[in-house]
Antibody, heavy 120, light 110 residues
Framework: QVQLQESGPGLVKPSETLSLTCSVS????????WNWIRQPAGKGLEWIGR???????SYNPSLKSRLSMSVDTSKNQFSLKLSSVTAADTAVYYC??????????????WGQGTLVTVSS | QSELTQPPSASGTPGQRVTVSCSGS????????VNWYQQLPGTAPKLLIY???QRPSGVPDRFSGSKSGTSASLAISGLQSEDEADYYC???????????FGGGTKLTVL
């Protein structure tokens, strides 16, 4: 069973860059789409974007200007960078895998989530 | 404001059948399949229905999904107390070239 684990700072200052990494174990990162989803406290889910193992990306248009994703197949990891953060970016951030290479938003494996707070 | 619209709450008694609706547009539900997620408090969401009406292994057949035009529905029959959770619909949006979630529906088992 594939396992995903998010890691990164839990506290980021306003205007700085939020950086998270998702480590994949129990399976290869190749031939799948890997996604980031976030959830502010008490609110709903928001799709942030996804990256294929080849490096191809799709981003949420509302975040695209501040967003960057990358993949490191040698480490079986993928990463998220969100720049110029504000309090509105405070949320639990999840990484998740699409069920197949042609799947869209079919997340069969999720990380446990990591809380990122934007505050000075 | 979400691209997909769900009622904020729903409720039912044990054994009852309940449905959760998800309304979208021609660029998302009208053009793509719908997926449903169940989120228990304090946990990551779990894939409940994919490709509109398919159940992953391990999901009881009490859960079913359907779609008509630009709307989709999740039905839960034989409601159980452990079904009390938040439910989210999700679909790809061709106009946005990205994924969209519904705002979520909190299901209460009375």
């Amino acid at each position: 069973q594939v396992q995903l684990q998010e890691s990164g700072p839990g506290l980021v200052k306003p205007s700085e860059t939020l950086s998270l990494t998702c480590s994949v174990s129990g399976g290869s990162i190749s031939t799948y789409y890997w996604n980031w989803i976030r959830q502010p406290a008490g609110k709903g889910l928001e799709w942030i974007g996804r990256i294929y193992s080849s490096g191809s990306t799709s981003y949420n248009p509302s975040l695209k200007s501040r967003l960057s994703m990358s993949v490191d197949t040698s480490k079986n990891q993928f990463s998220l960078k969100l720049s110029s953060v504000t309090a509105a970016d405070t949320a639990v951030y999840y990484c998740a895998r699409d069920r197949c290479s042609s799947c869209k938003l079919e997340f069969d494996n999720w990380g446990q989530g990591t809380l990122v707070t934007v505050s000075s | 404001q979400s691209e997909l619209t769900q009622p904020p709450s729903a409720s039912g008694t044990p054994g009852q059948r309940v449905t959760v609706s998800c309304s979208g547009s021609s660029s998302n539900i009208g053009s793509n399949s719908v997926n449903w997620y169940q989120q228990l408090p304090g946990t990551a969401p779990k894939l409940l229905i994919y490709r509109t009406n398919q159940r992953p292994s391990g999901v009881p057949d009490r859960f079913s999904g359907s779609k008509s035009g630009t709307s989709a529905s999740l039905a839960i029959s034989g409601l159980q107390s452990e079904d009390e959770a938040d439910y989210y619909c999700a679909a790809w949006d061709d106009s946005l070239n990205g994924g969209v979630f519904g705002g979520g529906t909190k299901l209460t088992v009375l």
